[in-house]
């Protein structure tokens, strides 16, 4: 089956520093993999979602590389701000299983001045 | 554009009482439509979706339930609730395709506190 494995927990950053949260997939069929970020009291959104033909989504500067040799869709951005801290989930959805969507256990994104 | 309106806001019950929590979806025909459950500090769990009216499949019981009256509503719903229901229930719509048009559309949330 698919699964989604992410780096979860707290993450704590000083602004302006680089971000990165790992992500890690299983799937049996075409993978497609959602970043979804959710902030304090509010609904989750989606940030990023993978393209079929290899091409870099980028949103709010965050960028994430779908790279199925090492089943990975790790979330980047050059410089964090501090309106960035948010909880983050990495997502799973098979082809032609357009009912299922797999979330990871999410990472807890703070940054401090 | 399409919006999605889930309530109530919030719910304060007692264990054992019933519960509905309804969502509607506006600007959207046959949407895929989802029901997410979030303990306090937890990840999201699928709970039920449909992908038509009258058709309502569970990923994960909890001792609840969810029916799809209408095209653009979803309810969920139980006649006892358990301590263990307290969380963050969100509605989610997304295209009727699968894959990468799975994009889900996240109401602004019910939470659900049960003493």
């Known amino acids: 089956g698919d699964s989604v494995t992410q780096t979860e927990g707290l993450v704590t950053l000083t602004e302006g520093l680089p971000v990165m949260l790992n992500c890690t997939y299983q799937?049996?069929?075409?993978?497609?993999l959602f970043w979804y970020v959710q902030h304090l009291n509010e609904a989750p959104k989606l940030l990023l979602k993978?393209?079929?033909?290899?091409k870099r989504p980028e949103h709010q500067g965050f960028h994430a590389t779908l790279h199925k040799s090492s089943s990975s869709f790790h979330l980047q951005k050059s410089s964090a701000q501090l309106s960035d801290s948010a909880l983050y989930y990495c997502a799973l959805s098979e082809q032609g299983t357009g009912s299922k969507l797999s979330f990871g256990k999410g990472a807890k994104l703070t940054v401090s001045p | 554009a399409q919006t999605i309106h889930q309530w109530p806001v919030a719910e304060i019950k007692a264990v054992g009482s019933p519960l509905s929590l309804g969502c509607t979806i506006k600007?959207?025909?046959?949407?895929?439509l989802y029901w997410y459950w979030q303990a306090t500090g937890g990840t999201l769990q699928q709970l039920f979706y449909?992908?038509?009216?009258?058709?309502v499949e569970s990923v994960v019981q909890l001792n609840l339930s969810a029916s799809r009256p209408k095209d653009d509503q979803f309810i969920l719903s139980t006649e006892k609730l358990l301590l263990s229901h307290s969380g963050f229930y969100l509605c989610?719509?997304?295209?009727?395709?699968?894959?990468?048009?799975?994009?889900?559309?996240f109401g602004a949330g019910t939470r659900l506190s049960v003493l």
């Open positions: 600007g959207k025909s046959s949407p895929n």
């Open positions: 449909s992908i038509t009216v009258g058709q």
């Open positions: 799937s049996t069929y075409s993978p497609f």
């Open positions: 989610a719509w997304s295209l009727e395709t699968g894959g990468s048009q799975n994009t889900l559309y």
């Open positions: 993978s393209f079929t033909d290899n």
